[in-house]
């Protein structure tokens, strides 16, 4: 816990799940002399003035940023490029501007074609999160342990970089500079693919759900929403967990790392179908030496630290 301050004034633009968790940590730790913070929704600012976690809650995105040291962009990745093109005019020179978003080409598409000459532009990504959104679901310590993955563009002033390296690292995260081409091709396998799965998954249950009921009805049986809850297998809570995420934030996601995630998607149907034929065939050879090789993954997943209940996840709507 640094308590120094890093930054006078930061603004945080959007306050869901990732934007109050920053603002609470910047609080616990003394890291910014003032926090300001700004929601397009009424009821966002209403709750956030009621917890108490922001110095200054705006309704003006203009009063928000002007004369922040530091802007953060906390909102989906639809909304950036019109974000970006409001606060502009309002920024100072000097001023750093940085997001959270999942995609990092995008933010730079969106982002970087706004940002006025003698302002910095350091996109960054803190991998975590939870499945909850909103203002009062952030906690202080939702990045400790974590990664955070900063991807300045080339020629990035570099004590930019540094300072901001230093305020996520006295938030608790660890931090790794990456090209931006590479965080969306590594983010598309660690995270966004499996929140892809999840959403798949359960959307199949569903649909299950209705034709086991269809059956039933035919033979006389009742199958009720109540017994699959009452049965779900710890993998499938899991996977239900993830896939409660902000519906918004997703389609934002995939629509933006498209190509990555679709890179991806097939090299997954390509491993099912041979997962398929294994079964299909009574291969248990190859199927336990999948599970095996698998299993050494995730081992190395939690000898690594990484292995909490925090599903890696993008803010929510602003």
């Keep these: 816990m640094s308590g120094t301050a890093l ?6 633009v959007g306050i869901g799940l990732i934007g109050s968790s920053i603002a609470r940590a910047l609080r616990r730790d003394k890291l910014a002399r003032h926090v300001a913070c700004w929601s397009r929704r009424p009821e966002t600012r209403e709750t956030t003035r009621r917890l108490d976690f922001c110095d200054s809650v705006h309704d ?34 000097g001023a750093t501007i940085s997001d959270v978003g999942s995609v990092k080409q995008a933010v730079i598409r969106d982002v970087g074609p706004h940002v006025p000459e003698g302002v910095h532009f350091v996109p960054g990504h803190p991998v975590a999160g939870t499945e909850h959104s909103g203002p009062d679901s952030g906690f202080a ?30 938030m608790g995260s660890k931090v790794e500079i990456m090209d931006a081409k590479h965080h969306d091709r590594v983010l598309a396998i660690t995270s966004h693919l499996p929140h ?7 959307g199949t249950v569903t649909d299950l759900e209705d034709h086991l009921k269809r059956e039933a009805a035919d033979a006389g049986t009742i199958i009720d929403r109540a017994e699959i809850v009452k049965f779900s297998a710890g993998g499938f809570r899991d996977f239900t967990r993830i896939a409660a995420s902000d519906p918004i934030m997703w389609r934002d996601i995939f629509l933006n790392n498209r190509e990555s995630v679709l890179e991806m998607l097939g090299r997954l149907s390509e491993d ?3 997962l398929q034929r294994a079964i299909r065939w009574g291969e248990g050879d190859k199927l336990e030496a999948w599970f095996r090789r698998t299993r050494v993954i995730r081992r190395g997943i939690i000898d690594a630290g990484q292995a909490g209940t925090f599903a890696a996840t993008e803010p929510e709507k602003p």
């Design 7 to 12: 930054y006078d004034r930061v603004a945080l």
């Design 60 to 93: 003006a995105l203009a009063d928000a940023v002007r004369d922040a040291d530091l802007v953060i962009l906390c909102a989906p990745l639809g909304a950036n490029a019109e974000l970006a093109a409001a606060m502009a005019p309002h920024l100072k020179k």
């Design 141 to 170: 310590e939702l990045f400790e342990r974590r990664w955070c993955i900063l991807t300045p563009p080339p020629g990035t002033d570099q004590d930019a970089v540094a300072r901001l390296t230093r305020l996520w690292q006295a």
């Design 196 to 202: 892809l799965i999840a959403y798949t998954i359960v």
């Design 272 to 274: 099912l179908a041979a």
